[in-house]
T-cell receptor, first 113, second 114 residues
Framework: DAGITQSPRHKVTETGTPVTLRCHQT?????MYWYRQDPGHGLRLIHY???????DKGEVSDGYSVSRSKTEDFLLTLESATSSQTSVYFC????????????FGPGTRLTVL | KNQVEQSPQSLIILEGKNCTLQ??????????LRWYKQDTGRGPVSLTI?????NTKSNGRYTATLDADTKQSSLHITASQLSDSASYIC?????????????FGSGTRLQVQP
């Protein structure tokens, strides 16, 4: 998985609780992305980062925030989890932006009860 | 709105048989098209990348084709193996940068049976 780890790999939580997912890379790639994958929707971009402390929203950013204080770490936070955020979350990295190949982590399966 | 549609949604074939997966897109301006393979419980992995000028590209038993005029791509798998069981995702890149550049298809789930 191209030097990308995600933690936790599985999490079950209750509605209204805060949740933070971590993505860690050892490739020193500048660009990092958070996606969610749901049946019938494919991968949808939540947020992405183009450098330390530089982030931007994706197409499904409502209810999510991100932070990147170091090149290697990109955190995704659900401030108050809802059942609609039950999904599989993938982190990805790329050397350059836009059209470059993205390398994906192993995913985090999140269930919000 | 940029869109990528894949067909069929799912496919079951017998080991050793060939199959073809389809991808139609309406992404503009077009930059490149990738096919990713996603094994169950894992992240997608890039199989091939095709630019506007490329018609065919092979990666082992996988051959991708691109018709930029009709905005269609196909992924042909030859002599299928059980390990080919996975989802195959078509991803099209537009020629602008940033978060809007990639459009993902919803994938074709392939099951190869012995």
């Amino acid at each position: 998985d191209a030097g990308i780890t995600q933690s936790p790999r599985h999490k079950v939580t209750e509605t209204g609780t805060p949740v933070t997912l971590r993505c860690h890379q050892t490739e020193n790639h500048r660009y990092m992305y958070w996606y969610r994958q749901d049946p019938g929707h494919g991968l949808r971009l939540i947020h992405y980062s183009y450098g330390v402390k530089d982030t931007d929203k994706g197409e499904v950013s409502d209810g999510y925030s991100v932070s990147r204080s170091k090149t290697e770490d990109f955190l995704l936070t659900l401030e108050s989890a809802t059942s609609s955020q039950t999904s599989v979350y993938f982190c990805a990295i790329s050397y350059s932006e836009g059209t470059d190949t993205q390398y994906f982590g192993p995913g985090t399966r999140l269930t919000v009860l | 709105k940029n869109q990528v549609e894949q067909s069929p949604q799912s496919l079951i074939i017998l080991e050793g048989k060939n199959c073809t997966l389809q991808c139609n897109y309406t992404v503009s301006p077009f930059s490149n098209l990738r096919w990713y393979k996603q094994d169950t419980g894992r992240g997608p992995v890039s199989l091939t990348i095709m630019t506007f000028s490329e018609n065919t590209k092979s990666n082992g038993r996988y051959t991708a084709t691109l018709d930029a005029d009709t905005k269609q791509s196909s992924l042909h798998i030859t002599a299928s193996q059980l390990s080919d069981s996975a989802s195959y995702i078509c991803v099209v890149s537009a020629k602008y940068t940033g978060r809007r550049a990639l459009t993902f298809g919803s994938g074709t789930r392939l099951q190869v049976q012995p």
